[in-house]
């Protein structure tokens, strides 16, 4: 666990994580596919490249096309009335092609050694990270409301390359929320706005409907256009003139001879009537709408009674996918701090030792190709004859 120093005594952390020290001993591994031997191992590793290996330790997916649930438990907190900040940093230094890299909070009631997913999963309160499978790769946002898991309406982007990359959710008492990657906002708007989680506000006057005489074309045939006396008799194509009979053509063996076909330069197309200014345009009809009758407030929209338990709970095609720095606290300020000394003063030298690394393998592969090239050379090589 890491401790920051300089930070506000008034904001709380619920959650702080970077995997150093006895990490088994703050997380449980869920039972949950076990019997199948469709679970996946789970490895405390700083991956194949990074900045300072201790520092960049963190949860690694080992196993390809593999079940992953993993969590940790934390104290029980409602976030009534408070801001609440949720961020941790994803690698994907597989190169994922399809797999989940979000994480999962759940209520502290949850049983972590049976945590599980799919059809009958374990009820969460908040689904947030990078979702990857093909094309399609976006940063989930749920919030559970109701019974039901409500996805956010927008496509939040994400990132895939194999880099480390940090995902920020707030969500504010006033019901709105911000969703950063790397310290830069991504998307942001009112919970009520970006979810269906009410009926609309507005709705369609049942009563109303479009006039039968409303005209909505904004243009319409003229009138006074007439299609050109013999327009239809001019044929697409015509016999070329400039073709002459072959000197070697025998129309007993080869037939009677015949031109062959060209476009012809006359030929306009098939006629369309033009089109004038409607003067009966009345433009696009708008449906008149009216308050609906069943839309109904609630305050308790993105607001739950018990936090408790952060879960790690995904699929993955192709493992490699590493979790570090976690923090759960009611403080941006915090967040950002954490972020800072976990995050930001680590990814350039991230980003610069894998270039090293790709540049060293680089190298040794030129050096192996030339070695092949210098022990086919000598094979090649016959033996000169003695005097």
């Known amino acids: ?3 920051l120093a300089g930070i506000s ?16 001993s703050r997380w449980v591994v ?14 405390v590793t700083a991956g194949k490249f990074f900045a300072d290996e201790e520092k960049s330790k963190g949860l690694k997916t080992m196993e390809d096309a593999k079940f992953y649930a993993i969590s940790t438990k934390f104290p029980a907190f409602s976030n009534k009335d408070k801001t609440m900040v949720f961020q ?28 599980k997913g799919g059809a009958d999963e374990d009820k969460y309160n908040i689904m947030f990270g990078p979702d990857i499978c093909g094309y399609d790769k976006k940063t989930h946002v749920i919030f559970a409301y109701n019974g039901e898991n409500k996805l956010v309406n927008k496509k939040p982007k994400c990132e895939s390359d194999d880099l480390s990359h940090m ?14 990657i790397d310290g830069t906002e991504v998307q942001s708007g009112e919970l009520r706005e970006d979810w269906d989680f009410l009926a609309p506000k507005k709705i369609k006057d049942p009563a109303m409907s479009k006039p039968s005489d409303w005209v909505d074309e904004k243009k319409m045939d003229d009138p006074e256009d007439v299609k050109p006396d013999g327009w239809d008799e001019i044929p697409k194509q015509i016999a070329d ?4 009979v ?21 030929y306009k197309g098939e006629w369309k009537v033009k089109k004038i200014d409607n003067p009966d345009y009345k433009g696009e009809w708008v449906h008149p709408e009216i308050d609906n009758p069943d839309y109904k407030d609630d305050d308790s929209i993105g607001v ?6 952060l879960a790690f709970e995904v699929w993955q095609v192709k493992s490699g996918t590493i979790f570090d720095s976690i923090i759960i606290t009611d403080d941006e300020e915090e967040a950002k701090a954490f972020g800072e000394s976990s995050f930001t003063s680590l990814v350039e030298a991230e980003k610069k030792a894998k270039d090293e690394e790709a540049k060293k393998a680089a190298e040794a592969e030129a050096e192996a190709e030339d070695t092949d090239d210098d022990e086919d050379d000598e094979e090649e090589e016959e033996p000169k004859d003695e005097l």
Request: proline share 7%.
């Open 88 to 115: 941790y940093v994803v690698k994907h230094e597989q190169n994922i092609d399809c797999g989940g890299g979000y994480f999962k909070i759940f209520p502290s009631t949850v049983d972590q050694k049976t945590l």
């Open 246 to 266: 072959p000197d070697d053509w025998d129309e007993e063996d080869d037939g009677v001879w015949e031109p062959p076909f060209i476009d012809n330069p006359e």
């Open 30 to 43: 869920s039972d949950w596919k076990k019997d199948t031997n469709e679970a996946g191992k789970w490895e």
């Open 1 to 3: 666990m890491l401790a």
């Open 241 to 244: 003139p400039e073709a002459t």
């Open 167 to 180: 995902y920020t959710l707030v969500v504010k008492p006033d019901g709105t929320y911000k969703v950063s």
């Open 9 to 24: 005594t008034t904001a709380k952390i619920y959650l702080q994580e970077d995997f150093s020290g006895d990490w088994e």
């Open 304 to 309: 739950y009674s018990d936090f408790g338990v």
